[in-house]
């Protein structure tokens, strides 16, 4: 019961203990009072009935003294007079059967009033006339208690109604800060921590509000503070300190998650000899500024181009990882950083397309990082042999279809919803038992399975990504996936579904309708969060408010702020899978329980990635992770 409704219920029943008291006393009171007038009444009219009577009695008239009894009989509350005659004994009786109007029959059945009786002897003179008793009937005490009591029932009920209103209302503006500290100490058991609460005047509330502001305070520091943490240890072992790039340590973990990923693109080397004639001229703090200079133009103008990912790897290397690109958008970005890298050669007084070289290599099927690694480095080398700025790594994989084939494959895919699927369990750190199972999707093309490998990039690249979305969601529910276990089925969303509004649209109402929403839960991609965040927000509400769940996935892939976790308050973060591929180290093992920290206190489970053997699993035990999925337990068919 809420405090609220304890003090109202006090004093409701504080207040009807004080009703019903002084409603028993005007009761009690009001009967005695009409008692002891009924008495006075009966003794007054039995005195002047004996005084009136005597001359008829001395005269023996008894049609007078019937008719004078008669009068006063029938003027009053009377039930009966008898009159004895004291000389011959001879006895007359009057009785009355008055009518109570208006006093219930149970109400008189009470029996509140006693039958009062008067008896007195009429004498004239010395000698006894005759003997009168009257007897009074209690309708008058009846009907006055009875109007009393109603009238007192009205008015202590519209009191006792217009009580109640102002105790709600009293207690509703009293209590209003107890009610705000009980919704900011909700909002802070979420991690929410909004603007402070205002200070009530009442002095007993004000220092709880005050306790309860300080201790947001001091969450709020202690978030921040392990925010502030992760943000200095990556700059620590992940960033080169020179060109403020990414280091090598950090492109290999993406180069590992990259190519576990569906994804397309390609990976370029270089090689900037002219730095060192730059080192040799005018010093390392001129090459280090050039270094710097070089690196922030590179940024503002390949990021245009494509996402991708420019990393320092050693003194005058830098590697290039186009995330999601043909090898259409791939030559233009690798002519975009000529460009620039000739711009800032002419700046430091070098000759342009000389002194520097790049290697390119395209991603193709079941690639390695050796794969990769070993190509890029090849075509590199066959650059700088050759004396030219650039040289592609031939493969002799032919691409399937041109883009616009792929278009149409994939639009009929969806519409006719020719996919396949396998689901990969995520099982708990301490128990053996699955905690979700993540689906992953082929596409039937003719008599070919296409992987999510092959056809992904394109459905982002043709903006296909929320109808795919649709169509898997629709697939899965209509197919009875969610009913063939406990555990809820964790569904990648694409970045296309993250902003289209007409997709949150058709979410909201799928799962208003769907009985077994929450066991679906949806993995956004940390990059999407960054990139709209505004977008993320509305569609987490959406997830949310219909009882499904929601994670991040590739949680501490981007360098930013983490405090987007206190406002879209993910039920779990899935760690990037390069986590699961760095070296083991003193300052990896820090960054990562940073990580763990910041997700932990917000009371968010954390679910490792990229898991292949259990040595792997037992590194991230000292973070005391919640759970953990990868090749260890490779995805299975899904028979439909």
């Known amino acids: 019961m809420t405090l609220f409704r304890q003090i109202y219920s006090l004093l409701f029943g504080l207040f009807l203990v004080v009703v019903i008291s002084l409603a028993y006393v005007q009761f009690t009171e009001t009967q005695s009072f009409l008692t002891k007038q009924m008495e006075s009444d009966l003794n007054n009219t039995s005195h002047s009935l004996g005084i009136m009577l005597v001359p008829d009695l001395e005269a023996g008239d008894i049609v007078g003294a019937e008719t004078l009894i008669n009068v006063i009989f029938e003027g009053g509350y009377y039930q009966q007079v008898k009159l004895t005659w004291l000389v011959d004994g001879k006895q007359q009786v009057w009785e009355n059967d008055v009518k109570i109007e208006g006093v219930p029959q149970w109400f008189i059945d009470l029996g509140f009033f006693e039958t009062i009786k008067r008896e007195s002897t009429i004498t004239s003179g010395w000698i006894q006339l005759a003997k009168l008793e009257i007897t009074a009937h209690p309708g008058f005490g009846y009907n006055e208690l009875w109007r009393t009591l109603t009238n007192a029932i009205i008015v202590i009920s519209i009191l006792f109604l217009l009580a109640i209103m102002l105790a709600r209302f009293g207690l509703t503006w009293i209590l209003r800060p107890l009610h705000e500290i009980a919704e900011h100490a909700a909002e802070i058991a979420q991690r929410k921590f909004g603007p402070d609460m205002a200070i009530p005047k009442t002095s007993e509330l004000k220092s709880v509000v005050e306790a309860f502001n300080s201790m947001s305070h001091q969450l709020k520091q202690i978030f921040s503070s392990l925010d502030e943490e992760v943000t200095e240890l990556r700059k620590k072992n992940l960033v080169d300190q020179v060109s403020k ?10 180069l590992n998650s990259w190519l576990s990923e569906p994804n397309n693109g390609s990976l370029m080397m270089a090689k900037f000899d ?25 940024q503002e103008h390949l990021d245009e181009i494509a996402p991708s990912v420019i990393a320092r790897i050693a003194a005058y290397e830098f590697a290039f990882l186009i995330t999601s690109a043909e090898q259409e958008q791939s030559s233009k970005y690798l002519h975009t950083l000529i460009r620039t890298v000739n ?6 007084g070098c000759k342009p397309n000389e002194q520097f070289a790049i290697g390119i290599a395209q991603r193709t099927d079941n690639m390695t990082v050796s794969d990769i690694l070993a190509q890029t480095d090849n075509a ?14 031939e493969s002799n994989e032919k691409q399937l279809y041109t883009r616009e084939q792929w278009r149409e494959h994939l639009s009929a895919a969806i519409s006719s919803k020719k996919f396949l699927f396998k689901w990969q369990p995520v099982y708990h750190t301490h128990k053996d038992e699955v905690v979700q199972r993540e689906l992953y999707c082929q596409v039937t ?18 903006s296909l990504g929320s109808m795919l979305d649709r169509c898997l969601i629709e697939t899965i529910v209509d197919n009875g996936l969610l009913e063939r276990n406990d555990e809820p089925i964790a569904i990648n969303l694409t970045f296309n579904s993250l902003s289209d509004t ?22 956004i991609p940390e990059a999407g969060v960054y990139s709209d965040p505004d977008a993320c927000q509305a569609l987490c509400n959406i997830i949310r408010d219909n009882g499904a769940h929601f994670g991040i996935d590739h949680f501490g892939r981007q360098f930013g702020s983490m405090s987007y ?4 308050r993910p039920s779990y973060v899935k760690l990037d899978q390069s986590f699961a591929y760095y070296d083991e180290n003193e300052h990896n093992s820090e960054l990562c329980r940073a990580l763990v ?26 973070l005391k992770t919640n759970a953990y999925m990868g090749y260890i337990y490779p995805p299975t068919r899904v028979e439909l």
Do not use: C
Request: without cysteine; proline residues 3%.
């Open 274 to 298: 002219w730095l060192e004639e730059v080192h040799s001229k005018y010093g390392y703090q001129v090459r280090d500024e050039t270094i710097r200079l070089l690196s922030e133009k590179m």
């Open 597 to 622: 920290n910041v997700a932990r206190g917000l009371d968010i489970q954390i679910i490792v990635t990229g898991i292949q053997e259990q040595p792997q699993l037992a590194r991230f035990e000292p």
């Open 245 to 254: 790039l990414p280091n090598r340590q950090y492109m290999m973990g993406r």
């Open 445 to 462: 093309i003719g008599d070919k399975e296409i992987h999510a490998g092959q056809f992904m990039p394109y459905v982002e690249l043709l």
């Open 343 to 348: 711009q800032e050669i002419s700046k430091a």
């Open 380 to 393: 590199l080398q066959k650059a700088i042999a050759d004396n030219k700025v650039f040289h592609w790594f």
């Open 502 to 523: 007409g997709f949150h649209r058709w979410l909201n109402k799928f799962l208003r309708n769907t009985q077994l929403a929450q066991r679906i839960v949806f993995d």
């Open 565 to 568: 976790l206190q406002n879209l």
